[in-house]
């Protein structure tokens, strides 16, 4: 890969902050010599129906596996965008899997939750191709991904029609994730959630309780979209009551949209948003599974 000269990310930077399409620019800078790529794998019948795994090059053995869900409101999003994810897991031997889910308005909810909870059963299938004892089994998003993520781990709805339930997973990560949002204000989110009809129990905070998994969760403090305090604060605060573990972390020099891009090759050092979730991965603990 190229070497970043600091003008080149200085536009970069420009470009990922401005541009219609302001994720794909940074991929051109992520290193690929840190995994092998299974690109475009089948999870259901629809074209969205589709993941990329993220193979870490060296030892699979007992790696942990990543379901990662991006944000974009419900609307839109592409796992294509997410490649400096992918990459960024990797290369702490991590299997990193990006799964695109269909979307407003060919879907409202909770269509995307099912594709969400199709996703997580590819994975729990697919992985004993991957090694012979397994590691533990993570969902993680950002924005409206965190909230599929969240659902997966504190509803059980979704993936009792798999025979799963949130006790198959080990952990759960959040970034900005949107936990308790009604009444519904955003206008593109409206009609995504049947406002005004929008079920209560379409609510992740409806659905904290002790049978959560540990959590790991992330906001920006001058996050102007999902509200910190009323989501990741309010969420943290009724985990820890349920007496799950709870990792909670702030970053005053991010915002809802480069909260994520902390993941990216360019902007690791400069918060440890990769350092903490990938300790908190590593500290997981589980028996390995034949």
């Known amino acids: 890969m190229p070497q970043l000269p600091l003008r080149a990310l200085a536009l970069a930077s420009l470009v990922v902050l401005t541009a219609c399409s302001p994720l794909a620019p940074i991929n051109f800078f992520i290193p690929d010599d840190s995994y092998h790529l299974q690109a475009n794998q089948a999870y259901g019948s629809d074209e969205r129906q589709r993941l990329d795994v993220y193979l870490p090059v060296g030892e699979l053995e007992q790696a942990p596996v990543v379901l990662f869900f991006y944000g974009g409101s419900w609307r839109g999003g592409s796992k294509d965008n997410y490649t400096f994810v992918g990459e960024a897991l990797a290369a702490r031997g991590i299997i990193t899997v990006v799964a695109d889910y269909r979307v407003y308005p060919d879907v409202t909810y909770p269509e995307f939750l099912h594709d969400s909870a199709d996703a997580l059963a590819w994975v729990v299938e697919q992985r004993h191709e991957w090694q012979q004892q397994t590691g533990p089994l993570v969902?993680?998003?950002?924005?409206?991904?965190?909230?599929?993520?969240?659902?997966?781990?504190?509803?059980?709805?979704?993936?009792?029609?798999?025979?799963?339930?949130?006790?198959?997973?080990?952990?759960?990560?959040?970034?900005?994730?949107?936990?308790?949002?009604?009444?519904?204000?955003?206008?593109?989110?409206?009609?995504?959630?049947?406002?005004?009809?929008?079920?209560?129990?379409?609510?992740?905070?409806?659905?904290?309780?002790?049978?959560?998994?540990?959590?790991?969760?992330?906001?920006?403090?001058?996050?102007?979209?999902?509200?910190?305090?009323?989501?990741?604060?309010?969420?943290s605060e009724k985990l820890t009551a349920a007496g799950v573990p709870v990792s909670t972390h702030y970053f005053d020099a991010r915002n809802h949209f480069t909260l994520v891009l902390a993941l990216a090759h360019p902007f690791q050092q400069r918060d440890q948003v990769l350092d903490k979730t990938v300790d908190f991965i590593r500290q997981l603990a589980r028996t390995p599974s034949d």
């Open 139 to 235: 969902v993680m998003g950002h924005s409206a991904g965190a909230y599929n993520a969240a659902m997966l781990a504190l509803d059980p709805r979704w993936l009792a029609p798999h025979d799963l339930s949130p006790a198959d997973l080990d952990a759960w990560i959040s970034l900005a994730g949107p936990f308790e949002f009604l009444p519904i204000l955003n206008p593109r989110v409206k009609p995504v959630f049947h406002h005004p009809e929008t079920p209560l129990d379409s609510q992740p905070i409806e659905h904290a309780g002790a049978h959560s998994p540990p959590a790991l969760l992330m906001a920006a403090r001058p996050d102007r979209l999902v509200d910190p305090e009323r989501n990741t604060q309010a969420m």
